[in-house]
């Protein structure tokens, strides 16, 4: 089953305003990761959180991480149109399965 | 460096045909993934490899099969197409478990008619 559901779905900003998604997940992870989807590409790696880590930084991009609510957002800064795209959690278990469950993936529109 | 490279990119099968997807890395990875990708259910995990000569399934096998004779490939075969498997099929790869990051190819777009 998936483990990863973002919320919102959808998502219609301006160019410059921040977007946020959410992200939430069942059991117990090592850690979530945020992926980007370009329209017809392949999913690319955008940043990766620890289990152990609450927060964490990558350029515009900001992951907070709550364990103890198994959830997590993603905040994009000063949205730019480049960051029109699909954005997808996925979560690796700490049951040591081997692999990483996405989330259904959130839709970002960035209007110039 | 070309990463994960996937083969075909497009497929057009009619109801019963076989075809294998073949996906390449030259990354020296030891983790090997298939994914499908339709609309509104996000990925969910076909079948997956955790080293040469090993396979194991994920959350939707049934109708797959896969190989990993070499370290640099994992194929996915469809021995008897149904139309719901129609779909965007993913594959990607990993160092190890302790790395996390996985690396996607771009697809490939089967139909099935």
């Known amino acids: 089953s998936q483990q990863g559901e973002e919320d919102p779905q959808a998502l219609s900003i301006q160019e410059g305003e921040n977007a946020t998604m959410n992200c939430s997940y069942k059991t117990s992870i090592n850690n979530l990761q945020w992926y980007r989807q370009n329209s017809g590409r392949g999913l690319v790696h955008l940043i990766l959180?620890?289990?152990?880590?609450r927060e964490k930084h990558s350029g515009r991009l900001r992951v907070t991480l709550d364990t103890s609510k198994k959830s997590s957002s993603l905040l994009i800064t000063a949205s730019r149109a480049a960051d029109t795209a699909s954005y997808f959690c996925?979560?690796?278990?700490?049951?040591?399965?081997?692999?990483?469950?996405f989330g259904k993936g959130n839709q970002v529109v960035v209007i110039p | 460096n070309a990463g994960v490279t996937q083969t075909p990119k497009f497929r057009v099968l009619k109801t019963g045909q076989s075809m294998t997807l073949l996906c390449a890395q030259d990354m020296n990875h030891e983790y090997m993934y298939w994914y499908r990708q339709d609309p509104g259910m996000g990925l969910r995990l076909i079948h997956y490899s955790v080293g040469e000569g090993t396979t194991a399934k994920g959350e939707v096998p049934d109708g797959y099969n896969v190989s990993r004779l070499k370290k640099q490939n994992f194929l996915l075969g469809l021995e008897s197409a149904a139309p719901s498997q129609t779909s965007v099929y993913f594959c990607a790869s990993r160092p190890g478990l302790s790395t996390g990051e996985l690396f996607f190819g771009e697809g490939s777009r089967l139909t099935v008619l």
């Open positions: 959180i620890r289990s152990n880590e």
């Open positions: 996925a979560t690796d278990s700490s049951y040591g399965n081997n692999r990483l469950a």
